[in-house]
């Protein structure tokens, strides 16, 4: 149960009649009580055959009914092969028996007033559930009126300038029973507006049966004819339960006899006849008689009596005259080994004629193909010879050489060595030790400048000494040295000319 304070009817079995169904209403935690009864007919009734039927009647009078439906099925015959139907025809066998196949849609019929109530079936998709659609009218009852012709039952406002509001049942899953009850909108002449689901009721499907109402949103259903509404939502859930959720193999009573023997219990009935008149059936569910001159029986029971009769034909020459006999019996054997030999012939002959079909269409199409190659070479040949080869190439191609009287004359290479400035290194000098790359070129030699110390004597020592320091530096410059030049050597006084004994052991003093 959603909520113990939700009007809940409940659908419970009659213990004196199986084929009844009591609702019980209960509402803010009250206790049951029975509200209506929910009335199936007696399949084993002539009039009950190939066809739904029920009603909804007063749990304390049955005889008073609220709500009917009555549906018949729709009838197919089976397709059968050509083999299949010449098997058939062959052995004498009756007729294929036709199918009865469940509508998607039935009416509800209302009483007190008049009133039919469509519901039609929408088949769901892959995203989609399930949902059965009906509408209701907005205004159900007329205004008092004191005139005559307002007291017409058959006069009144066209139905489709009355506003109908459209509901939808709708499953709630696609392995689900359940089902809920949306007002989705309104329908004016055809014009429908669609509208926000609000949500009216809730069924839960199982044997018993529970249709909750959901009182919250009623005040939003602008239906004049409340009790109409319920009776609908009631009736019309359980007819979907029985037709679409869960229906019985025998939902619309063709046989008749499986479904006497299950409503009774399982009980053997009593084959004596009986004195007293059968059941009357629901008044406007179920005819009287169907079998009243000049009606037309159904395809069922018209297949049920030619299978009778070819039955009871076939049996009556069977008691006085003996079966086949085996020479019969090869006959038909070799018949029907000769015939299908010759189907097989004829399947072969089939596939052959095939064959050489698709092999000529294969053979034409390579003719074709060689056809169109050559008119495209000689097509390429002729433009050839029209306008020549040359730019014809594509960009990643290499364009073709020419001859070697077109080259022009290349210029004469230099001499890496006579561009490349040949610099003299440094001259040595005395008291430096040379720790630079000699591979490096060196910078040419700078003239000498007078100074003391020059002369034959001692001026070759001072002067070397005096000119070797800036070309020193500028070395360490050249090659990238960072740190810092060398000390300068020891310099002689400027009063004399020393010797180069005496300036070694000079350089040995400073060093030690």
Request: glycine share 10%; proline share 12%; net charge positive.
């Amino acid at each position: 149960m959603l909520d113990e304070n939700l009007p809940t009817f409940r659908y419970k079995s009659s213990s004196d009649n199986p084929l009844s169904s009591i609702l019980y209403f209960a509402q803010r935690g009250d206790e049951p009580s029975p509200e209506y009864l929910f009335k199936r007919p007696d399949p084993s009734l002539p009039a009950s055959r190939d066809k739904y039927a029920a009603a909804l009647c007063d749990a304390y009078n049955p005889d008073v009914v609220y709500a009917e439906v009555t549906v018949d099925p729709d009838w197919t015959q089976p397709t059968l092969s050509a083999a299949e139907i010449r098997a058939q025809a062959q052995s004498g066998a009756p007729p294929t028996v036709a199918t009865a196949m469940i509508p998607d849609n039935f009416n509800i019929q209302l009483y007190n007033p008049d009133q039919s109530v469509t519901v039609k079936m929408l088949q769901g998709g892959w995203n989609k559930t399930d949902s059965w659609e009906f509408e209701l009218p907005v205004q159900t009852f007329k205004l008092p009126s004191a005139s005559e012709l307002d007291r017409d039952p058959g006069r009144g406002s066209p139905a489709d300038l009355v506003p109908r509001i459209m509901f939808r049942w709708k499953k709630d899953g696609k392995l689900s029973r359940d089902m809920t009850c949306y007002m989705c909108g309104k329908n004016l002449g055809g014009r429908k507006n669609k509208e926000p689901d609000i949500t009216i009721a809730f069924f839960k499907a199982s044997r018993d049966s529970v249709v909750t109402i959901y009182e919250p949103n009623l005040h939003r259903v602008e239906v004049e004819d409340r009790k109409g509404l319920e009776l609908v939502l009631l009736f019309g859930a359980e007819i979907i339960k029985d037709l679409y959720l869960n229906p019985k193999p025998d939902v619309f009573n063709v046989s008749g006899t499986a479904a006497a023997i299950a409503t009774n219990g399982g009980k053997r009935k009593n084959s004596r006849p009986s004195g007293g008149t059968p059941p009357i059936a629901m008044s406007g569910a179920l005819g009287t008689n169907n079998t009243t001159p000049g009606s037309r029986p159904s395809p069922t029971q018209a297949s049920h009596s030619a299978s009778a009769i070819s039955s009871s034909a076939a049996a009556k020459p069977s008691q006085g005259l003996p079966g086949p006999s085996s020479a019969e019996i090869e006959a038909e054997t070799r018949r029907l080994q000769a015939m299908v030999e010759r189907e097989e012939r004829e399947r072969e002959k089939r596939e052959r004629a095939e064959q050489k079909r698709i092999k000529k269409m294969l053979e034409e199409e390579e003719k074709e193909a060689r056809r169109r190659e050559a008119e495209i070479s000689k097509e390429t040949e002729r433009l050839r010879k029209k306008y020549g080869i040359e730019g014809q190439a594509l960009p990643s191609q290499p364009a073709p050489a020419a001859g070697p009287a077109h080259n022009p004359p290349l210029p004469p290479r230099t001499n890496q060595s006579q561009m490349t400035p040949q610099f003299a290194p440094p001259p040595p000098h005395w008291g430096y030790q040379q720790n630079q790359n000699l591979a490096a070129p060196a910078l040419p030699p700078r003239p000498l400048s007078a100074g003391p110390g020059s002369g034959p004597g001692g001026g070759g020592g001072g002067g070397g000494s005096g000119s070797g320091r800036p070309f020193q530096i500028l070395n360490s410059l050249w090659h990238g040295g960072g740190g810092n030049p060398p000390p300068p050597p020891h310099m002689n006084p400027p009063g004399g000319g020393g010797s180069r004994p005496h300036g070694r052991k000079a350089h040995r003093k400073k060093s030690m």
